[in-house]
Each structure stands twice: as C-alpha cells, then as structure tokens.
C-alpha cells in the first residue's frame, strides 16, 4: 500500500492529507516506506524526525527532460551534444535528490551557480565565423519574502552568465499576489526587468540591452509526493542593439518579447536541502549581423542549475 501525498489545507495543527489527520511536522509511514511531507504553509521538519530516501526518477523530471529536448531540437542551431548533455544532468540531479525539504515562504535568500547554453543567431563577417551555440555557466542571487498573513510576495534576483563567447547580466524586482487552491497554489505577478547581453567573434562584438517589465504566471503543486513549481513569465522590453567592429558602429532598435518557462523541485543529496531548477528562455529578437548590416533574430537559452538556500 502506498500513500500518494499532496499539499493540503491546514486545519488547526493538523493538515488533511490523503484523507489522514497528521501532526504538522510530522511523517508519513506506509508499510516499509518513509517520506518527509511538506504543508501548504511550508513548515520545516526538524533533523530527527526526517527521513530521507532516494528516489528513482520522478515522472515530473522526465517531463521537464522532454521539455527540454524538445526546444532544443526545435532550435534550428542546436546540436544533440546540448540535449544530450542537459539529459544527463536532470537525470543525475534526479537521482542524487531525494524527498523535499524546504519551500518559498517567508524570507529567504538562496543562490544557484549551474550550466547555460545560449544559443544565438550565427555572425558571418569576412573570414570571421561564428555559430553563436555555446555552453558555460551561470550563477544568480536571489530574495523573496512573502508578508505573513497577506497573499502578496515580493521577489528580486540578479544573475551572470558567461561563456567563451557570451556575457549576460541581469536584474530584476517582482511582486507576486498568491491564491491557494484544490489543484495547488496559483500565482500571478509582475515588474521590473533588464537584462545586458554580449557576443563576441573575434573583433565583431554585438551587443542587446533590455529594459521594461515582466508578467508572471505560477502553480505550487505536488505530483505524486514531490513538490514542483512552474513559473511561466512573459517578458515586454523596449530594446536596443548595437554592432561595432571597431570600424562600423550601427544600431537598432524595438520593441520585443520574451517567453520564459521555469520548472523546479525541492531535494536533498547527502542531507544538503537544494533546489534543481531547469528553465528555457525564447528571446524573439536579440542583435545580429547578417550582409553587413545590422538586424534582429530570434534566441533560445537553455539553464540547469542547483538552488541552495543562504537564509
């Protein structure tokens, strides 16, 4: 017999779960198995009573792998090295974690410090060649509060991602209004965003600067006994491109969109709490040079990254 466990609603100390009164803090036992469970208000268990065990892929992760694969094959530039090598970290990730033990609520600091394929519109110059596809890192620091009491949160975050031909910083700062429903916890929010990219080949250097807002859409639900959040953001920016080789210096400008889709899931490998966070990015315009002029095209960024909380 086995126990399939979802966030519930709290009711007194206690929260209905699967039809069962259990003690807030507490742990559910079905024959053999174990699991540390998470409420709706996101309490943490103490150390003594948590019981961690492994798990094999949660279907939820699966998914998101899929997800993945699939926009990267949809990318007219992206090669099966970066799928390929995205499905080997999910399913590492997935497999080191094991059941969740902490959540967004109140205040909390984390940062996060993982991989980032950028793939880019290809810059053909003279003898100069570039594909724009290339794989680094990114690192992000980020703060959310939710006020006690109040549905309404408020969240920043800045990050820095670089490659051997790419740079991206950017920040931003959101307030979130947060419903609790039977499917989970629905979110909506919106504002301020600007992101500075940079690409460079040799000595063409393109540049794309992004500045205005951004609406965000989320659910907090549980599928099967893992907790998952999926953040679907919607990007509206007045943007600025320019290209310079040192010679030529040209401009453009416009305005653009961005889609975003973030998915993550609470675990913990050898007792550390962390976050496995995966998201793609849809840039419909970003700087590019083409005949020797400059002009827009379209850009995907792929993200697989570990949250680990600082407060």
Known sequence: MSFALSTGEIDGD?????GLGIPCGGVVASGQDLAVFRFSQHRELPDSTKTHIPTALFPATGFM????HHAATC?????????????????????????????????????????????????????????????????????????????????????????????????????????????????????FSQMHWTQDAGVHQLESD????????????????????????????????????????????TFTTTWSLDFKFDCASFKIPMRFVTGIDYLSDITAWRANQITTDDAVALTASVEFRLY
């Open 14 to 18: 206690y929260a209905k779960i699967c």
């Open 65 to 68: 792998v899929e997800l993945i």
């Open 75 to 191: 990318s007219r530039r992206c090669t099966d090295n970066f799928a390929s090598l995205f499905l080997v970290v999910a399913i590492f990730l997935s497999i080191v974690c094991s059941t969740p033990v902490w959540a967004i609520e109140g205040t909390t600091v984390a940062s996060s410090a993982g991989l980032w394929a950028p793939l880019l519109p290809q810059i053909t110059a003279g003898a100069v060649s570039d594909s724009g596809d290339s794989l680094g890192t990114i690192v992000k620091l980020s703060g959310h509060h939710r006020f006690d009491d109040f549905r309404t949160s408020v969240e920043s975050g800045v990050e820095y991602g670089v490659t051997d031909s790419t740079e991206l910083f950017a920040y931003e700062f959101l307030l979130r209004d947060t419903w609790s429903f039977e499917i989970g916890e629905l979110s909506a929010g919106t504002g």
């Open 210 to 253: 992004y500045t205005g807002a951004k609406i965000i859409g989320g659910w907090e639900t549980t599928f099967g006994r893992q907790p998952i959040w999926i953040d679907l953001t919607l990007g509206l920016y007045d943007f600025d491109g320019t290209y310079t080789n040192g010679i030529v210096d040209e401009k453009i400008d």
